[in-house]
Every structure is written in C-alpha cells, then in structure tokens.
C-alpha cells in the first residue's frame, strides 16, 4: 500500500473553519464513494490554524490522473469541490484551480535500522 501526504490552506476565517469542519463530520455519500472507488483505501485529514494536513494510503490501482479524471465527470464531486473553495485557499505557487499539494517525504524512522 502506497501513502501519500497533501497539504493545503483554510482561509483565515474561524467560522468558516468551524463549518469546514462540521462539514466533514457528515461527507456526502457520493463523495465517499468516489474516493473510495479510486483506489483511496484510508483517508485522514488534520488540521493546525488554517494549514490542513492529509494522508492517503491507496491500493495498486490509484492515480492521481485517473481520480482526477473521474472527478471531473461526476457532477456530485463538482459540486462538492465548489462548496470546498468557500474555505479553502490555493497555497503559495499553486497553478490556477490547484488545491491539495503533494508533499516530499523526507524522512521515515523505520528506514533507519
């Protein structure tokens, strides 16, 4: 199983956090299963200020190209992601319409004997 680590911006705006993260505690059904029918097998996000933080730990068959393919033509998803941006804020050097960035691993313990 392969991990990858995103990172993203909340906007500066603590009843918006508030309702980003009521928003999460019940995530649309559609939204659930689109993730999970790109191969994502375990999602966690965590938040410190308005820097969100997320960990995806996928199966062999996940891309990031086809997930965002998939993405692009459901309506629901579409819908979802534009609710998103009423919280969410591009980070520094992010191409137009980017949110989530990948993150560079840069150290593991468990590499260390």
Do not use: C
């Amino acid at each position: 199983m392969k991990r990858y680590s995103l990172t993203l911006d909340l906007k500066n705006d603590p009843e918006l956090i508030w309702q980003y993260e009521e928003i999460h505690k019940a995530v649309w059904p559609e939204i659930i299963s689109s993730i999970k029918d790109a191969g994502i097998e375990n999602m966690l996000i965590y938040r410190y200020g308005t820097r969100m933080f997320m960990i995806m730990e996928v199966n062999d068959d996940f891309s990031f190209e086809k997930k965002q393919l998939a993405d692009a033509n459901n309506p629901k998803v579409q819908e979802w992601e534009e609710l998103m941006w009423k919280f969410q804020q591009p980070l520094e050097g992010a191409l137009n319409g980017e949110k989530w960035k990948l993150m560079d691993k840069i150290f593991e313990l468990k590499e260390f004997k």
